[in-house]
């Protein structure tokens, strides 16, 4: 059984900053590509930011530059430094983390930019 938990959501004003971290826990050996999804009110859920289990990162155009992924394999954390927010930023954040054969997320963060 494995359990991936977020945290670090929350109201923030445009051009603030959040730190989201989602840690995974239950019987894990190892992890492989982890990310950031978030889905908006209405719209399909879409895929941020992605990191390998070495530590290569990828990003959507559309946060290249504010936001940054990270991970701390000894502590099966992901993280998510977002920077520069912007109201069109709105959305509930899921993590995603591959563990042998499958895919496990988190049950989402609200993140909401406004003033």
């Known amino acids: 059984q494995v359990q991936l938990v977020e945290s670090g959501g929350g109201l923030v004003q445009p051009g603030g900053s959040l730190r989201l971290s989602c840690a995974a826990s239950?019987?894990?050996?190892?992890?492989?590509?982890m990310g950031w999804y978030r889905q908006a009110p209405g719209k399909q859920r879409e895929l941020l930011a992605g990191i390998s289990s070495g530590g290569s990162t990828n990003y959507v155009d559309s946060v290249k530059g504010r936001f940054t992924i990270s991970r701390d394999n000894a502590k099966n954390t992901v993280y998510l430094q977002m920077n520069s927010l912007k109201p069109e930023d709105t959305a509930v954040y899921y993590c995603?983390?591959?563990?042998?054969?499958?895919?496990?997320w988190g049950q989402g963060t609200q993140v909401t930019v406004s003033s």
């Open positions: 239950g019987s894990i050996v190892s992890i492989d590509g």
């Open positions: 995603i983390a591959g563990i042998g054969s499958h895919d496990y």
